[in-house]
């Protein structure tokens, strides 16, 4: 998936790493331009507990399946959709890449990115 970049302030910064389990299997639809969006729900464990996750990318992929491992960067959004008669939100991680775990040279190569990512805010 190509990375999206624009401008930003020293101030603006949103990036999510999430390291954890599929707890739900990918779901995809196709979108009025013919794009494929597809969501799934992961969960990481904290010293809170189990937070449950909802994440959404572009296009399908073949590693998402419930009990995989996975690492997963990304940005925070909330979308705004209709639901009946009434706009409703949802608050979800959005992919920029996903990882399975055990493939440890392609985890570290999009957490680099990442990091990458702020150094580059860092020194601006």
Request: proline letters at 3%; one cysteine or more; charged letters at 20%.
């Amino acid at each position: 998936m190509p990375r999206q970049t624009t401008a930003v302030t020293p101030a603006d910064l949103n990036i999510v790493v999430l390291i954890g389990e599929v707890t739900s299997p990918l779901v995809s639809r196709t979108l009025a331009n013919g794009e494929i969006a597809s969501s799934f729900d992961m969960s990481t464990h904290t010293e809170e507990g189990r937070i449950s996750v909802p994440v959404a990318l572009e296009g399908e992929n073949a590693t998402v399946v419930v009990g995989a491992q996975l690492c997963v960067v990304g940005v925070v959004r909330r979308r705004f959709f209709r639901a009946g008669t009434s706009v409703s939100s949802r608050t979800e991680v959005l992919a920029h890449s996903v990882s399975v775990m055990r493939r440890r040279a392609q985890v570290r190569k999009n957490l680099t990115a990442a990091l990458d990512d702020i150094t580059e805010l860092l020194d601006s």
